[in-house]
């Protein structure tokens, strides 16, 4: 059987591994990855809170903000916009079901206005958590934005600086 007979078998000749819709390359996560990390891991949070205590509390807090920072810290430069907005879409994703899935979260009635009263008051009380999880973001790509402008600055510096020095000398 040919090498090639598996193209993605790359661990042979030491080639990265290819790029997918989640990781995107071997530079980061994209912001899809990052958006599905959050959710999969404040929806672990919103579950095991649920069972244990009837509504959000602590484990889904500590994982929805601990989640939004390694995204934000393992994102791709360039989609680190879309990492600032997604701790509050996520965020309202979770509550919004748990609202209407979690019958111990509010009163325990069935209308739809009561719903809709428990799934307010569930963003309202867990406020705390989303501010935590949009600033520390919000800061962490800034540093992270500006250290990568940087970065950028000095390559084109060095390369021009290296042209100029290569038209200079006589061939």
């Given at each position: 059987?040919?090498?090639?007979?598996?193209?993605?078998?790359?661990a042979?000749?030491?080639?990265?591994?290819?790029?997918?819709?989640?990781?995107?390359?071997?530079?980061?996560?994209?912001?899809?990855?990052?958006?599905?990390?959050?959710?999969?891991?404040?929806?672990?949070?919103?579950?095991?809170?649920?069972?244990?205590?009837?509504?959000?509390?602590?484990?889904?807090?500590?994982?929805?903000?601990?989640?939004?920072?390694?995204?934000?810290?393992?994102?791709?430069?360039?989609?680190?916009i879309?990492?600032?907005?997604?701790?509050?879409?996520?965020?309202?994703?979770?509550?919004?079901?748990?609202?209407?899935?979690?019958?111990?979260?509010?009163?325990?009635?069935?209308?739809?206005?009561?719903?809709?009263?428990?799934?307010?008051?569930?963003?309202?009380?867990?406020?705390?958590?989303?501010?935590?999880a949009?600033?520390?973001?919000?800061?962490?790509?800034?540093?992270?934005?500006?250290?990568?402008?940087?970065?950028?600055?000095?390559?084109?510096?060095?390369?021009?600086?290296?042209?100029?020095?290569?038209?200079?000398?006589?061939?």
């Amino acid at each position: 059987m040919p090498d090639d007979a598996y193209p993605y078998d790359r661990a042979r000749d030491g080639s990265p591994p290819p790029a997918t819709v989640v990781t995107g390359t071997r530079r980061g996560l994209s912001a899809l990855g990052a958006a599905l990390l959050v959710v999969v891991a404040g929806g672990l949070g919103a579950v095991i809170d649920s069972l244990l205590f009837d509504n959000l509390r602590y484990v889904f807090g500590v994982l929805f903000v601990a989640s939004c920072v390694v995204a934000a810290l393992r994102a791709h430069v360039d989609d680190l916009i879309g990492v600032v907005i997604m701790p509050p879409l996520a965020y309202a994703v979770i509550t919004i079901i748990v609202g209407y899935l979690n019958p111990e979260a509010g009163d325990g009635s069935t209308g739809l206005r009561n719903r809709a009263i428990d799934v307010g008051s569930e963003m309202i009380l867990h406020a705390p958590v989303l501010l935590a999880a949009v600033i520390l973001v919000a800061v962490i790509a800034a540093v992270r934005g500006r250290r990568a402008q940087i970065a950028r600055r000095e390559r084109q510096r060095s390369l021009a600086q290296s042209a100029a020095a290569r038209r200079r000398r006589p061939v």
